[in-house]
């Protein structure tokens, strides 16, 4: 191809050089891999499943119970739910929601209200231990906040859900983000809304603290110096979450959401109903949301309005992106990248390296700039994400129009 | 009364538009549009570009509401019905232009129109009893079935939808309709693109559907061949309007129609009806 070319080849060129180089090898090694997946026996694929959950249980036991590691792994995990479950709005049903930390706010508050003194003239105590069974307040147990948590934010979720319905692509983005900060707002000012005799709704940026440690009759009381239990915890839920995206991906629901992605009007006309099938995807994506942030107000034993920032959404969407869009297994490795950077490689690993060479200043103040280089890196490079939905990929080698797709009027 | 032509009033009707207009602002796409879709027929709607065919279609699978008059599926009113209601009542269609799910395999395309049949909610979804799981292969078996009756070579059953050569994507197109196990199947112009041959494989097919299980076809057509070849009955639509309506070969000799295809003779005297 250089033969015509005068002159030194581009280094445009050399970079396409090295992606075809690159294309080629996956290829190969694909080709390699199915060659060797035929040849094993055919158990050896829930053998690994099995062998790789069972890792994941006896990971904390080499670390020790504060390592930095193990707390930047168990906060990691917590956004992998959120991941999992905004990948169900945004990948598989194709609705862009840039609210989502309505849900770990609103999940979060739900520790707050229901596991600590904050509601100081209640005195109700349910499954509880410790102090918890003796203070004023709502004390409920962990179990009981995390569905709690995954109701409300279920119906949050179908509230938000049915302004949208009517709305396509960027218009749905513009609704959920109104809706993201009029909640986080909420958490704000929540201080000045009175639920009469000095109760307030939140306590705004002072935050409430001493939330309940999360309580297991049998097990006992967790404690913040012991994290393995709380890795253990939220290794337990993401196990679930993560079978129950598996399951819905393969079900009735999970195609209708992607024939709704791909195009509305076909997916109405083969009777597949509009806005029961919309509503369901935005529950159960804010019903995860909930329950990680249930566990992470638990785990910051506060739950403070500063926490809630638009930043937040992004952040989530930003793994689910770099994971690949629609992709269960995507969501989970941009979910662990993208929070491994930013609480353990940039505060933990690499952030003095400015001072090294002589600057004055930490990485941790670049993390946006970090994250943005990599989003533009990801979107370059592979713009269908690291590991890209299987449906996506058939979809990519060939392009389908769909052309007016304001065909539908929905009127319910 | 001849054994070929059954008068219309002896056979059950499955489908009729009484004074169905629709407007879009101020411009009126169909306008008092009354028509009837005798049972196991096959009929033609046809008309110039623009004339209010396809907007006709969306009226029928309720994509569109009628701003006046009824639509009524056997005995039931339809009208502001909701298309997912209107096609688990039994009425289905294809697209003018292919409207598969690209990201999909041709079998999930098919396995989509099934839809309306499965009854697999949220928590069947998640938990997966038995009876989903059996709901599952029945679908996957069934749509696998229809790509095969309708033609599809096996090993493009989990071919991208969007991969599929053009005659393949409209036959994934007609077995996704067929999944929804409908009385009514509504084809927008299933012909374009295809050469004689094909348009003539089609036609035959149309007739074989219609036989086999036991469908009643409204299809939108430009290939004159095909419509006079394939249909009992032809309505012609101008400018919204219904001008003509009745066997091939009677349409064809109406001067309205010649004259909404053609345009009008300048020379002829005004017409005096």
Redesign the interface.
């Known amino acids: 191809m250089s033969e015509e070319m005068p002159g030194p080849p581009e280094p445009a060129d050399k970079i396409g050089e090295l992606i075809v180089r690159a294309r080629r090898l996956t290829t190969t090694l694909r080709g390699r891999r199915d060659a060797i997946r035929k040849r094993l026996p055919r158990r050896t694929g829930s053998v690994f499943v099995a062998v790789l959950i069972a890792a994941g249980f006896v990971l904390p036991l080499f670390f020790s119970q504060t390592s930095g590691f193990l707390e930047a792994t168990l906060i990691s995990l917590a956004y992998v739910v959120m991941a999992l479950g905004l990948n169900v709005v945004v990948g598989f049903a194709g609705l862009l929601d840039l609210g989502y930390v309505a849900f770990y706010a609103i999940g979060a508050y739900c520790m707050a209200w229901f596991g600590s003194d904050f509601f100081f003239k209640e005195h109700i105590h349910v499954l509880v231990s410790g102090i918890a069974a003796h203070e004023i307040g709502i004390h409920l147990n962990f179990v009981l906040i995390l569905i709690a948590a995954a109701i409300i934010c279920s119906l949050m979720g179908m509230l938000i859900g049915l302004p949208t319905l009517r709305l396509r692509g960027d218009y749905i983005a513009i609704v959920t983000l109104a809706f993201g900060e009029i909640i986080t707002v909420l958490a704000v000012n929540g201080t000045s809304i009175g639920l009469g005799g000095g109760q307030t709704l939140t306590n705004g940026a002072q935050g409430i603290s001493a939330l309940d440690e999360p309580y297991f009759p049998g097990i006992g009381s967790f404690n913040l110096l012991k994290l393995r239990p709380y890795y253990w915890l939220i290794y337990v839920i993401v196990l679930l979450v993560l079978f129950v995206n598996l399951r819905l991906r393969d079900s009735r629901l999970g195609r209708a959401w992607v024939a709704l992605r791909e195009d509305e009007v076909a997916a109405v006309s083969m009777g597949i109903p509009l806005v029961r099938t919309k509503l369901k995807a935005y529950s159960i994506g804010a019903a995860f949301g909930g329950i990680s942030g249930v566990f992470l107000g638990a785990y910051y034993t506060d739950v403070n309005s500063d926490y809630f920032q638009f930043t937040f959404s992004i952040f989530v969407l930003a793994m689910i992106i770099v994971g690949g869009l629609g992709s269960i297994w995507g969501a989970v490795v941009g979910a662990l990248l993208l929070s491994y950077i930013n609480y353990y490689l940039i505060p933990d690993v690499i952030n003095s390296i400015p001072h090294d060479f002589g600057l004055n200043f930490n990485l941790t103040t670049l993390s946006y700039g970090i994250f943005g280089f990599l989003l533009v890196l990801v979107m370059v490079l592979r713009p269908q994400g690291l590991v890209p939905e299987r449906r996506r990929r058939l979809e990519l080698t060939g392009a389908i129009a769909a052309e007016d797709s304001q065909l539908v009027e929905v009127q319910e | 009364m001849t054994v070929d032509a059954p008068a219309l009033t002896s056979e059950r009707l499955v489908l009729r538009t009484e004074h169905v207009t629709k407007e879009f602002g101020g411009l009126v796409a169909v306008s008092d549009v009354s028509f009837e879709l005798p049972s196991r027929s096959i009929v033609s709607l046809i008309g110039p570009n623009g004339a209010g065919k396809t907007t006709l279609f969306?009226m029928l699978?309720?994509?569109?509401?009628p701003t006046s008059g009824r639509i009524v599926l056997g005995e039931r009113n339809i009208t502001?019905a909701?298309?997912?209601?209107i096609?688990?009542l039994g009425v289905?269609?294809t697209?003018q232009?292919?409207?598969?799910?690209?990201?999909?395999?041709a079998l999930?395309n098919v396995?989509?129109?099934r839809?309306?049949?499965?009854r697999?909610?949220?928590f069947?979804?998640?938990?997966?009893p038995p009876w989903?799981r059996r709901?599952?292969r029945e679908v996957r078996d069934r749509a696998a079935e229809l790509l095969d009756y309708v033609g599809v070579r096996q090993s493009q059953f989990g071919?991208?939808?969007?991969?599929l050569s053009y005659g393949d994507q409209r036959r994934v197109e007609i077995a996704?309709?067929l999944a929804?196990e409908p009385t009514v199947l509504l084809l927008d112009e299933p012909t374009a693109g295809m050469n004689p041959q094909e348009s003539q494989a089609l036609t035959d097919f149309m007739r074989k559907l219609r036989d086999e299980l036991t469908l009643t076809i409204l299809l939108i057509e430009h290939d004159m061949k095909v419509v006079m070849g394939v249909s009992e009955r032809v309505t012609v639509l101008d400018h919204g309007e219904k001008i003509a309506e009745g066997p091939p070969a009677e349409v064809r000799a109406s001067p309205r129609v010649i004259e909404a295809y053609l345009g009008k003779d300048p020379t002829d005297p005004p017409p005096t009806t």
């Open positions: 969306n699978t309720g994509l569109y509401k502001r909701r298309p997912d209601v096609t688990s289905a269609r697209f232009n292919i409207r598969l799910f690209g990201a999909m395999s999930e396995m989509i129109g839809h309306s049949r499965m697999a909610g949220l069947g979804s998640i938990v997966r989903v709901e599952e071919q991208g939808a969007a991969q996704r309709a929804s």
